[in-house]
């Protein structure tokens, strides 16, 4: 597997006179794959992500991205043309006065031929589902209408690697699953590398890797069903397994013997019948 | 104070080419004392409908009655701020509207501004702060030193020093992890009860819409899709998928449970401790037989 970024033994604060934030951090994410790292509020995933694409640099430690190292002045723009991040407050980043305007910025900025441009808004504007609001102003939009043209502002600028920082916590489930999806899809098909932070176990528990980080160190990572084994690990930390690991821990504290993990309600179903047959 | 809603309608931008009809036909009454959850997509005019229930948007057609207050389309009403001391808003990522030095004085700005007494209004903010989860020394510090989730319960505190009577809740917890938003809905929950508060909350989880609510309003394009007791709106996922929502994971795990084993099995199930015993009850009556 083509590894595209590499973090290594990277530590940061935001000011000299604070703690850090990130202590020794390691860390490698591959071609293609979807990387999903959760922890809870201010356990430094978002800082991390920051240092991911030369927002911020590192203090000890270096960040590469395809080769190029962030330290260096010279690859940072090189850098931040293959990684983009989608923020998790909309507001914050829609700089257009209408949403077509504001998917056109990024192209804009990067010298697109105007036909280019006017298909790759078209497109991108579709797979987020907002083609009737093209001449809306942001400010008629709800916030998660606003999300989701950030998230068009981003794929059409088609980066190699897409960071979504908690990018869909303010949406519905429906629009929720919408993203997800159209992620996933342009993950298959155009072999975007993607890493989302997220609280959201059971997205983490769908992606091809885990990394788990509490007060600025990673403290767990590998396949999801290998971290979910961690369950008191995880709680410790302040996060929510999903709904059927917690039925099953009950059922188990009570007796009953799986055979195993049971990431979805249709595993833990079919695990229940299993169970009530043996009986 | 209860809230009565009476065939309102509202249109953003009314009279010019860019009118948009954001609700229509709401007729809805909320009892003193209730919580009453509103769910619906984004852009399906929950946010619309609660900026009425302060005065901040006022409606087109229609009226609202809350109290003793009525704001009526074409009449101007005087008391809106009166109106504001009642009903209070935690509006989404409340804490971009810290502004203070201190959190003791962000806390302080609402009741003064209402003419609440300076040593009434520090003693309330010495009890909030407790209650919404941070110690007394924090008063001092800065609110910009905090984390997201901390701010966030400082400036809910600052809705709370007002004493509302009603509680509005734009979805207060997105973007806090799961810890941060258990606290903080357990919080709501309890001052609704020690505080007899009416509240409502406007969510995506139905999760907390079914632990927490006694009625639920659901909201599509504008106008009201349905509306009952969380038993009611869950007991029938079929029109919920017809609007795009789903059921809370423990319905939707009760519905999987009696297909499975093909038995009928209470649906009113909305904690995990229900859910652990309803896959107790099919395991055991196997036993049984």
Known sequence: ??????????????????????????????????????GHNGSGKSTL???????????????????????????????????????????????????????????????????????????????????????QEPHRLSGGQK??????????????????D????????????????TMRKLKEEEGMTVI????????????????????????????????????DMLEQIGLDLPFPLQVQRALSERGYDFSRLTLSQKELVNELWTLQSKI | MDITIKDLEHSYSKGTPFERKALSNINLSIPSGTFQTIIGHTGSGKSTLIQHLNGLLKPTQGSIEIGDFKIQAGVKEKRLKALRKHVGIVFQY?????????????ILFGPLNFGVPEDEAKKRAAKLIQQVGLDESYLSRSPFDLSGGQMRRVAI????????????????????????????MDLFYRLHQEEGLTTILVTHSMEDAARFSDDILIMEKGGIALQGKPETIFSNPHSLKKLSLDVPETVQFIHRLEERFNKNLPHSVFTLEAAVDAALSVLQKGEDS
């Open chain 1, 147 to 164: 999300q989701r043209v950030a998230i068009a502002g981003i794929i059409a600028l088609r980066p190699s690697i897409v960071i979504l």
């Open chain 1, 1 to 38: 597997m083509e590894e595209l970024i590499t973090v290594q033994d990277v530590s940061f604060r935001y000011q000299e006179d604070q703690p850090h934030v990130l202590h020794g951090v390691s860390l490698s994410v591959y071609k293609g794959e979807w990387l999903a790292i959760v």
């Open chain 1, 49 to 135: 992500a920051k240092l991911l694409n030369g927002l911020q640099l590192p203090e000890k430690g270096d960040v590469l991205v395809e080769g190029y190292n962030s330290r260096d002045e010279e690859s940072i723009w090189e850098i931040r043309r293959r990684v983009g991040i989608v923020f998790q407050n909309p507001d914050n980043q829609f700089v257009g006065t209408s949403v077509r305007d504001d998917v056109a910025f990024g192209l804009e900025n990067s010298g697109m031929a105007r036909e280019l441009m006017l298909e790759r808004i078209n497109e991108s504007v579709q797979k987020v589902r907002m083609e009737d609001y093209l001449d």
């Open chain 2, 94 to 106: 409340p804490e971009h509207q810290l502004f203070e030095e201190t959190i003791e004085k962000d």
């Open chain 2, 157 to 184: 505190a600052g809705v709370l020093a007002m004493k509302p009577s009603i509680l509005i809740l734009d979805e207060p917890t997105a973007g806090l992890d799961p810890r941060g938003r258990r606290e903080i």
């Open chain 1, 166 to 181: 908690e990018a869909t916590s303010m949406l519905d489930p429906a629009g929720r699953k919408e993203v997800i999806q």
């Open chain 1, 196 to 231: 989302s932070i997220t609280h959201d176990l059971e997205e983490a528990a769908q992606a091809d890797r885990l990394v788990v980080m509490n007060a600025g160190e990673v403290i767990d990572e590998g396949l999801p069903a290998e971290v979910f084994k961690k369950g």
